[in-house]
Every structure is written in structure tokens, then in C-alpha cells.
């Protein structure tokens, strides 16, 4: 009923941008927070940014400073704008729509990968 869709992936060079989008199937469906996650082949997922309904931001360390996550409320979509990118950001990358602490939407995950 209710589908979250990532788009932007894509194989860039060491430097290059990337922005992601996330947005549920349908429109009339809220999330409370909203998060990046990115899994690396034989890596465990990790959190990369999240943002709050009251628009509260978090940034893994690894990412912060590069990475930017923001929300386009009309449209009910999330960003997450990508730069000076490194090898080790490569992974598929999931949108995480939460609207409280037992349900939660995943998307399907978009691969990001960063190669010279």
C-alpha cells in the first residue's frame, strides 16, 4: 500500500555529486523521521543522516560536512545532496521512512558507487 522509492544512484568519479531522493508512493501518507542508510558489500547497514519532523538533522561522522540531508515538505520528499564523494561512500543506499518506533516504510535501496 504504502512504497518508498529512492532515486539518483549512480558510479561517479572520487569528487563528484550525487543527490538521492525519497518519497512514499503516496502522497497522502506522513512520516515522523526520516533517515539515509547505507550498506556496503559485507558491511553491516549503518545510519548516514536523519531528519526529524521538526526538522532535527543528525550526520554520521563519516559523512558529515559532505552530505546534506533536507525535506520538501509540499512535495513529501527527503534529499540527501552527496559531494566531494570518496571510494568509501560506495554502498546501496536506503530511505528509511519512520512514522513511530514499531512502524516504519524501507525502500528498495539505490546503488551509489564512487570509482575512479
Known amino acids: 500500500q504504502v512504497r518508498v522509492v529512492e532515486a539518483g544512484g549512480g558510479l561517479v568519479q572520487p569528487g563528484e555529486s550525487l543527490i538521492l531522493s525519497c518519497a512514499p508512493s503516496?502522497?497522502?501518507?506522513?512520516?515522523?523521521?526520516i533517515a539515509w542508510y547505507r550498506q556496503a558489500p559485507g558491511k553491516e547497514r549503518e545510519l548516514v543522516a536523519a531528519?526529524?519532523?521538526?526538522?532535527?538533522?543528525s550526520y554520521a561522522d563519516s559523512v558529515r560536512g559532505r552530505f546534506t540531508i533536507s525535506r520538501d515538505k509540499p512535495k513529501k520528499t527527503v534529499y540527501l545532496q552527496m559531494n566531494s564523494l570518496k571510494p568509501e561512500d560506495t554502498a546501496v543506499y536506503y530511505c528509511?521512512?519512520?512514522?513511530?518506533?514499531?512502524?516504519?516504510?524501507w525502500g528498495q535501496g539505490t546503488q551509489v558507487t564512487v570509482s575512479s
Open positions: 528509511k521512512m519512520s512514522v513511530d518506533d514499531e512502524v516504519a516504510y
Open positions: 503516496r502522497n497522502t501518507f506522513s512520516a515522523n523521521t
Open positions: 531528519i526529524t519532523g521538526g526538522g532535527i538533522l
